[in-house]
């Protein structure tokens, strides 16, 4: 299993926010963590990667205990981030972002990264500062991926994105996909949830209350709204 967490439980200055939760993704595997704002998403990711520290739990990777680590061991492990509101610096530029997280080697560099999106390359020596809120999310994606990671993990890459760019947003993803890269996505985009991910989990309260496949999520309309409160 590439990654597996085990009865995590986390929080801020005594308040607990994840109740034990557990969750199991495959390589080459792409799941989708769904759930009301406040549920504990981000702390569950933030928690993966090393940013929150759990107070009880794992976060095996490979087979190997990463929780308390810190994030650069988690990249190291082959996890990259792609964190919620992106945190682009607004004074360095598109390439200076992409050469400073250039750690790994592998299939993804500055060049390859470009290629997947263009839209960076003409944005090359444009500052954080100076883009849009899609080309912020591209550089976000693009900045994970030069790290060469196993397993990508996004938290809310559509927020406050238009329709369309969300769509390009997808379009990027769904080839990350098809390349075999394994994909863990927390979304209220239902549609780029769907889009990008096998199976759908979601989360109330700090805890995982449901998992099915994709298709079985889609099929059962009644159960998805008790779930999440949207239609
Ligand atoms: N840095 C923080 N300090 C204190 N409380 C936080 C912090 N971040 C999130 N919380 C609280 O933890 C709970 C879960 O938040 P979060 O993980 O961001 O949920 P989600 O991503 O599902 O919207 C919320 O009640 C939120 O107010
Ligand atoms: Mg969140």
Do not use: C
Not at 20 to 40: F, I, K, P, Y
Not at 75 to 82: E, T
Not at 111 to 122: A, D
Request: net charge positive.
């Amino acid at each position: 299993m590439l990654l597996e967490v085990k009865d995590l439980v986390a929080g801020y200055d005594g308040s607990r926010v994840l109740n034990g939760v557990n969750l199991s993704l495959d390589t080459g595997e792409s799941v989708a963590v769904l759930g009301r704002n406040g549920v504990g998403k981000t702390t569950l990711m933030e928690s993966i990667m090393g940013l929150v520290r759990p107070s009880s739990g794992q976060v095996l990777i490979n087979g190997i205990d990463l929780a308390r680590k810190p994030p650069s061991a988690l990249a190291k492990a082959g996890v990259g981030i792609v964190p919620q509101g992106r945190r682009v610096f607004a004074s360095l530029t598109v390439e200076e972002h992409l050469l400073i997280s250039a750690r790994k080697r592998g299939e993804w560099t500055v060049k390859s990264v470009m290629e997947l999106m263009p839209r960076l390359g003409e944005r090359r020596t444009n500052l954080g500062s100076q883009l849009s809120g899609g080309e912020q999310q591209m550089l976000a994606i693009g900045r994970a991926l030069v790290g060469n990671p196993k397993l990508l993990v996004l938290d809310e890459p559509s927020d406050g994105l238009a329709p369309a760019v969300v769509g390009q947003v997808g379009d990027v993803l769904t080839r990350l996909r098809s390349t075999g890269l394994a994909v863990l996505i927390v979304e209220q985009d239902l549609r780029l949830a769907f889009d990008v991910a096998e199976r759908v989990l979601v989360m109330q309260k700090g805890e995982i209350v449901h998992s099915s496949s994709t298709a079985e999520f889609r099929a059962d309309g009644k159960r998805a709204h008790a779930l999440l409160g949207v239609g």
